[in-house]
């Protein structure tokens, strides 16, 4: 079978380069899975785990914002922040959802703060998510 090269990286530092049969990345219009031979095309990505997969291995990385670039037998994704499942301080991730749902929860939608907030608590679930699928 066929693999697709992956690499993700942050502004600060390269966090994944491997082979995958399967790249599964939330863009802004939904779920897309990548395989070698996928044409070629650049989306930005909502904050979610990527998941790549390898025969019976699948890593997943906490991805936040930034694109998703599909080249021939290439994906790069050059993300806001990404951490592996061993890299993710979990009880750092705790807080900060705790955090932030306490603050949610006293704001108005309207709010100019509340948008910020969410992304946040966003961003510690899915930290958490991904600590918690270490095999
Ligand atoms: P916190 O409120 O705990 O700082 P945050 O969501 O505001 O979290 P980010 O702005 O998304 O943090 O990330 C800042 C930097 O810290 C990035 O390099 C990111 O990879 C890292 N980081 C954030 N939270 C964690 C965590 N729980 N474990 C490991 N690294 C983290």
Redesign the pocket.
């Given at each position: 079978m066929a693999t697709v090269q992956v690499d993700i990286v942050?502004p600060?530092r390269k966090v994944f380069q491997g082979e995958a049969d399967i790249v599964i990345a939330r863009g802004v219009e939904g779920e897309l899975g990548v395989m070698a031979g996928h044409i070629p095309l650049v989306t930005p990505l909502k904050t979610a785990p990527v998941r790549i997969k390898q025969g019976d291995k699948e890593t997943l990385i906490a991805v936040?914002g930034g694109f998703l670039e599909v080249r021939p037998d290439k994906v790069n994704i050059l993300a806001?922040?990404?951490?592996l499942p061993e890299?993710?301080?979990?009880e750092?991730?705790k807080?900060?959802k705790a955090?932030h749902e306490t603050i949610l929860k006293r704001l108005d939608k309207t709010d100019k703060d509340y948008l910020r907030h969410k992304r946040?608590l966003e961003?510690?679930e899915v930290?958490l998510q991904v600590a918690n699928s270490k095999s």
């Amino acid at each position: 079978m066929a693999t697709v090269q992956v690499d993700i990286v942050t502004p600060e530092r390269k966090v994944f380069q491997g082979e995958a049969d399967i790249v599964i990345a939330r863009g802004v219009e939904g779920e897309l899975g990548v395989m070698a031979g996928h044409i070629p095309l650049v989306t930005p990505l909502k904050t979610a785990p990527v998941r790549i997969k390898q025969g019976d291995k699948e890593t997943l990385i906490a991805v936040s914002g930034g694109f998703l670039e599909v080249r021939p037998d290439k994906v790069n994704i050059l993300a806001d922040t990404a951490e592996l499942p061993e890299e993710i301080d979990v009880e750092r991730a705790k807080k900060a959802k705790a955090r932030h749902e306490t603050i949610l929860k006293r704001l108005d939608k309207t709010d100019k703060d509340y948008l910020r907030h969410k992304r946040a608590l966003e961003r510690a679930e899915v930290r958490l998510q991904v600590a918690n699928s270490k095999s």
